[in-house]
């Protein structure tokens, strides 16, 4: 996350010259659109209209805006042999082709980052290829999409539940699951209910509790507890020191090139020296040819190898000294803000391992040494990220 938020900082300018790229129609690569071709265009490429998809592609917005929904769709698509490139269409694909705007001749960029989708004013759009759909077809699409779209319970879809799988009964230690209820206002919710309650079997009475409003405020609470000043300046000496420790091996490695590559070419200056003076009367005249052609190949190879050094991502010590304020924020809100609810669940799954609500409190259970490891990549740590308290409490409201 640390070096992410480093990257973005110091990626700006890539970054400005891929959307100049792509504003000048040029294709940034990935896979190729169904419904486009790429041809080359001197040493880059561009996206063209193949006309055989496109008409794939008409066909799917003329169904749609004729009312019929994805489904259907896809069936006529695979009835008529119009393939999604030898595959059968299926409702998500179909769904996809209808939201997309690269049809309108967008590409977006900062769309994700790292693979977790970013909110959608962090988008950038960039107008990089030709349309096969009008603008206000498109958008004419979209409002009947909206409006078949099933209706959702309480804002949220069952698969938010961030939680979901790690909250106990307080009172009989049963599992709390996803339910659908009506408050006293006469709106839909999801709520986290106890099995046993709800199976009537024992004295339980548990009561539900919205899932809405539930999951920001653990979330809100377990970052409070978790993201202290203190905390966060660990993070960051760590940070800093494993980015040292990276820039002086990477320092090192450099040095041992650069007199590789010295003493290579002081031996071939020799070389050289040895033809120029001596001329033909040189000894071992035939020996001086194939020895020269390898000084020169492993030059060549030693300049490589140092272009590609230099190449190489700048690591945290390059960048500006981070604000404890500053990295707090960021940490906050990349759990926060994050869009993904299964990546959220994946993560807090990482480290909790059972939230206990009774009554008016949680007790989170955790373990220590997970609390920092991440997409299977553990972060090792000398240092302790939390109190060893076994658990974390605190009210609820
Ligand atoms: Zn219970």
């Not at 996206?47 to 998809?53: D, N, P, R, T, V």
């Not at 082709?97 to 769309?111: Q, T």
Request: aromatic share 6%; hydrophobic share 35%; charged share 25%.
């Amino acid at each position: 996350m640390f070096d992410e938020h480093v990257s973005r900082r110091v990626s700006s300018d890539t970054r400005r010259s891929m959307l100049k790229a792509a504003g000048d129609g040029y294709f940034m690569g990935g896979r190729i659109p169904f419904g486009y071709a790429a041809i080359e265009d001197g040493k880059r490429r561009r996206l063209a209209i193949h006309a055989g998809e496109a008409a794939t592609v008409k066909r799917v917005y003329d169904m749609s805006l004729q009312g019929h929904g994805v489904k259907v769709i896809a069936m006529a698509l695979n009835d008529a042999g119009m393939l999604l490139r030898g595959r059968r269409w299926a409702k998500n694909t179909v769904n996809f082709m209808l939201s997309s705007e690269i049809y309108c001749g967008v590409s977006i960029f900062n769309r994700t980052t790292k693979r977790v989708l970013n909110s959608p004013e962090l988008w950038i759009r960039v107008n990089s290829h030709p349309a096969i759909i009008e603008p206000e077809i498109f958008n004419q699409v979209q409002s009947g999409l909206e409006t078949r779209r099933p209706e959702r319970v309480g804002g949220i879809p069952r698969s938010m539940a961030v939680f979901a799988g790690l909250l106990r009964c307080g009172q009989c230690d049963g599992a709390l699951t996803m339910t659908n209820g009506t408050a006293r206002n006469g709106t839909r919710h999801h709520y986290y209910g106890c099995c046993t309650h709800m199976r009537g079997k024992a004295k339980c009475n548990f009561k539900n509790i919205r899932v809405d409003e539930f999951d920001p405020w653990l979330v809100s609470q377990l970052l409070d507890k978790v993201l202290t000043p203190q905390t966060v300046h660990n993070v960051v000496l760590e940070a800093t020191a494993l980015g040292g420790q990276w820039a002086r091996d990477r320092l090192l490695r450099r040095e041992s090139l650069v007199r590789d590559l010295r003493d290579t070419e002081a031996k071939r200056g020799n070389l050289y020296s040895v033809l120029e003076l001596m001329g033909t009367d040189a000894p071992n005249l035939a020996d001086l040819g194939p020895r020269l052609k390898e000084l020169n190949n492993r030059i060549k190879q030693l300049e490589q190898s140092l272009l590609k050094l230099e190449e190489e991502p700048t690591g945290p010590l390059d960048a500006p000294e981070l604000e404890i304020e500053e990295v707090t924020g960021m940490l906050r809100s990349l759990v926060e803000d994050c869009m993904d609810p299964k990546k959220l669940r994946t993560f807090l799954g990482s480290f909790i391992e059972k939230a206990t609500v009774s009554g008016d409190s949680v007790a989170v259970f955790y373990n220590e040494g997970r609390m920092m490891s991440l997409g299977g990549s553990a972060v090792r740590s000398g240092n302790k990220w939390l109190l060893n308290l076994g658990s974390n409490q605190g009210p609820t409201d």
